[in-house]
């Protein structure tokens, strides 16, 4: 099973900007990032494909890119003008193409005001 390792999460004050990092241990067709924040849902932040088709919410799609880089199984999430209600904890996730999924651990942003 494909193993997933994040970093990159912190504290930063509104306006900044923080880039988080997801490593898949193997091969994976879909990647991204899922947020969850105290008492809410989790949702979804952005995804990529291999071939780079891209998705994201549309609460971060003017703010937050993401990119990936298929010879290291690694996407990035990098995320600018970042705001309060951004805080939660950010879930890299991943998809193969027979439709299972996997989640990292997690890491923290707290953006202040």
């Known amino acids: 099973q494909v193993q997933l390792v994040e970093s990159g999460g912190g504290l930063v004050q509104a306006g900044g900007s923080l880039r988080l990092t997801c490593s898949a241990s193997?091969?994976?067709?879909?990647m991204g990032w899922y947020r969850q924040a105290p008492g809410k849902q989790r949702e979804l932040v952005a995804t990529?494909?291999?071939?780079?088709?891209?998705n994201y919410a549309d609460s971060v799609k003017d703010r937050f890119t993401i990119s990936g880089d298929n010879t290291k199984n690694t996407v990035f999430l990098q995320m600018t003008i970042l705001k309060p209600e951004d805080t939660a904890v950010y879930f890299c996730?991943?998809?193969?193409?027979?439709?299972?999924?996997?989640w990292g651990q997690g890491t923290q942003v707290t953006v202040s005001s």
């Open positions: 990529i494909t291999r071939n780079g088709k891209i």
């Open positions: 193997m091969t994976i067709w879909t």
């Open positions: 996730y991943s998809k193969n193409t027979l439709g299972g999924e996997v």
